[in-house]
């Protein structure tokens, strides 16, 4: 096995003694570090749940899949901390950088989510309140995995459950790794051959949906998938973020000017399915409105970079990065509630999985931000994939003398026709976040926190285990319990509800 030498984390890299070309890219909810083979230019992609696992004065050896990479230290004890470097964001570019992060296409879905449960303008209400409650538990966990990173000294969310679990349940990250990375494909598929269908109706084609996702696939994601130099993707993430503000400003506007209103610009123009429905439904306040917060949840999912962020920050402190939370969770948190409102009070209970099919081919206005959400997702669709197909690769131990090229691109193939063809058959936004929130979200942002938390109390590690962190572990297990209970309850009413449609 070639020798292997450990960088400092703004290197972002496991590099060994063959040259190769080098790069380190995060995409919204996917971390992780490019590099091109020098013998055959294929890219290896190693990371987990927020890029690659880095250990440095450790003796390590690589994960013959180049998923994992694994301490040969037996206790923790042995395990010493990293040689963390100083980090260089200030608050004001941590809050920038996390509510990018935070800010993503999952957003488009929660008029849906209201419309589920209710067909009154009060339901926004409800809705609201859940958005702000989620924001706050989910903003505290976030800051709690940073603490356990102080605690530890690792710098990675694998890195930190290695040392307080160990290597036991790696397997279970793994496979939650994949299953986000999967559905996020599934909802980018949706939203793509969403998007191409619209455009084609804008000028003058009728083309059915899933022509649209052939084409799509085979002319566009198909090629990407198969790029060796995923790095030139990168620039395109800021789309993302920009779309989505684009969009909450155009909903707006569409708002308070009326063209979707009986008599309206636009209102003749989209189908009667889409047009808008108020009436005396109303289940806001009851367990019907679960399958909502699980969309929330999948809103608000950005934990696995939260060590990434809390290494980074100048000056870093428990309280700094508390204030970085808080400012980010709160304005993703007033977006959220401006595109649920502004779309729900729009289309009432007409409100559509991906809210820009309700909106008209021939508006501008839709038009632009079909555009600017259309490119964003084709460019992450790619990096995203990595992940789905690295995690194949991790979960069955796949050696990485069997990697060759050939082999990828045949599981490259295999994947992406799986995904592709159940994105013929699901095809509910809403319902893909809905599910993704309350299954994954549940597990990466409650669960295995809380745990690596608990084991470090336990563990008394690093002087930590007295009765403050005692009861801040009790808390933690209490609000762990409640998340997985909603998110349990709401995939199973969101899916009941799928199925109870005629």
């Known amino acids: 096995m070639p020798s292997t030498t450990i960088p400092n984390e703004e290197d972002g890299l496991l590099r060994s003694n063959k040259p190769r070309t ?52 037996t206790t923790v004890a042995e395990m010493p901390h990293e040689d963390v470097p100083a980090g260089q964001a200030t608050i004001p570019s941590e809050v920038a950088s996390m509510s990018k992060n935070l800010v993503g296409c999952g957003a488009l879905s929660l ?117 060796k130099n995923l790095h030139v993707l990168a620039p395109f993430s800021i789309c993302g973020t920009a779309g989505v503000m684009v969009t909450a400003v155009a909903m707006a506007i569409r708002y308070f000017d009326g063209s979707y209103q009986e008599g309206g610009q636009y209102y003749d123009q989209i189908d009667a399915v889409y047009q808008p429905d108020f009436g005396t439904r109303d289940d806001s306040w009851s367990i019907g409105i679960l399958p909502f917060v699980c969309m929330v949840y999948e809103s608000y999912v950005m934990h696995y970079n939260s060590p990434r962020f809390y290494t980074e920050l100048k000056d870093r402190s428990l309280p700094r990065f508390g204030i970085a939370v808080g400012s980010s969770f709160s304005l993703a948190a007033v977006l959220y509630m401006a595109i649920a409102s502004f779309g729900f009070l729009t289309f009432g209970g007409n409100s559509s999985g991906f809210i820009l099919n309700n909106y008209s081919p021939h508006d501008p206005l839709a038009t632009i931000c079909r555009l600017c959400i259309g490119l964003a997702v084709l460019t992450a669709y790619p990096i995203v994939f990595f992940g789905v197909r690295d995690s194949v690769l991790d979960v069955f131990e796949v050696p990485q003398i069997n990697q060759t090229p050939n082999k990828l691109n045949a599981l490259t193939f295999a ?61 933690s297990i209490l609000v762990t319990i409640f998340g997985m209970a909603v998110g349990i309850s709401g995939v199973y009413t969101a899916l009941s509800k799928a199925f109870a449609r005629p």
């Open 415 to 475: 994947i992406l026709g799986i995904l592709t063809f159940t994105a013929v058959f699901v095809t509910d936004l809403g319902l893909i976040n809905a599910v993704g929130g309350g299954l994954v979200a549940t597990a990466v942002c409650f669960a295995f926190p809380t745990i690596m938390l608990a084991s470090a109390v336990r563990q008394k590690l690093n002087g930590c285990g007295d009765k403050s962190d005692q009861r801040q572990t009790v808390a």
């Open 22 to 73: 080098e790069s380190f890219e995060e995409y919204g909810s996917v971390g992780m570090a490019v590099f091109e083979s020098a013998n055959n230019g294929e890219p290896v992609i190693l990371h987990d749940l927020t890029g690659p696992l880095l250990l440095k004065d450790e003796l390590l050896e690589r994960h013959e899949s180049m998923m994992t990479t694994i301490s040969k230290a």
């Open 111 to 227: 008029c849906n989510g209201i419309a589920l449960c209710s067909n009154m303008a009060s339901g926004v209400i409800a809705a609201n309140i859940w958005i702000l409650i989620m924001g706050v538990i989910f903003g505290y966990f976030c800051w709690l995995i940073a603490k356990v990173c102080e605690i530890t000294g690792r710098t990675t969310y694998r890195g930190i459950w290695q040392v307080t679990v160990g290597h036991t349940g790696s397997v279970a990250v793994s496979v939650a790794n994949g299953l986000k990375a999967g559905l996020s494909n599934l909802a980018y598929a949706t939203i793509l051959s969403d998007t191409l269908r619209s455009l084609f109706e804008s000028i003058g084609l009728d083309v059915p949906r899933v022509v649209c996702l052939v084409l799509i696939t085979v002319l566009a994601i198909l090629p990407l998938c198969m790029l």
